[in-house]
């Protein structure tokens, strides 16, 4: 009875998720081409409860767009295309607040913070390039986990000049200790917020052929370009 419950939930979650990205996804207009590579086992629970998930794409775009998108001020928009992202998938449910040393993802409101992280810190590259959030707490840690933990995006480019430019694209969650799980079991965590991470990610990854990233609320490379 558990485990069919469990199955409803995700289906209903599913299907509910699969018609906001479908609906979003009729109104882009593809510049690149996008491919999902994630691993196979692309969500991971260790022994502990710790939690790694690797989702992966290969983008292939015009040579042009990606010397223009490959800049310190584009680097911070890439972060906040994703949490606009989440926002939008979600009908404005789950939004990010931006504070100086903090970013903090919460549902509806303030008071119910879902997680809470360390303002990110960013890298730049002639190859690759990453953006890295601390995970800090938050509603969905577990009270051992605190502190523990990061999400990041990480970009690397090929090195020759032909066309198609090909990019990998991989956003990554190491040493996550979800409170989910460490309440309802690991089935759980698996059937409901690991599988609606993953098909956020997935739906964010696509969504990235556009080549339009949202403008950063907080700008702090745009002195860089």
Not at 84 to 89: C, D, G, K, N
Not at 100 to 113: S, T
Not at 132 to 143: E, K, T, Y
Request: net charge positive; with cysteine.
């Amino acid at each position: 009875m558990h485990n069919r419950t469990m199955e409803t939930a995700a289906a209903t979650i599913a299907a509910l998720f699969a018609w906001v990205l479908f609906r979003g996804r009729r109104q882009r207009r593809r510049r690149g081409r996008t491919y999902i590579v994630s691993p196979r086992n692309s969500t991971r629970v260790a022994a502990d409860g710790a939690v790694h998930s690797l989702q992966s794409a290969h983008i292939e775009l015009p040579r042009a767009e990606l010397d223009r998108l490959w800049a310190p001020a584009q680097l911070e928009n890439l972060g906040r295309t994703y949490w606009r992202f989440l926002s939008r998938a979600t009908l404005g449910a789950i939004r990010v607040i931006y504070g100086e040393h903090e970013r903090v993802v919460v549902l509806l409101a303030r008071p119910l913070r879902l997680l809470r992280f360390e303002a990110p810190t960013y890298t730049l590259e002639p190859d690759h390039a990453n953006i890295n959030w601390a995970i800090r707490d938050g509603l969905l840690v577990s009270p051992s986990g605190r502190g523990c933990g990061f999400l990041a995006v990480t970009v690397r480019r090929d090195t020759d000049r032909g066309e198609p430019a090909k990019v990998d694209v991989d956003v990554e969650v190491a040493n996550f200790y979800p409170a989910i799980a460490s309440g309802l079991g690991t089935n759980f965590y698996r059937a409901t917020q690991s599988f609606v991470h993953v098909l956020l990610t997935h739906a964010f990854l696509r969504s990235l052929d556009t080549l339009e990233l949202a403008e950063s609320k907080v700008g702090r490379l745009r002195q860089h370009d």
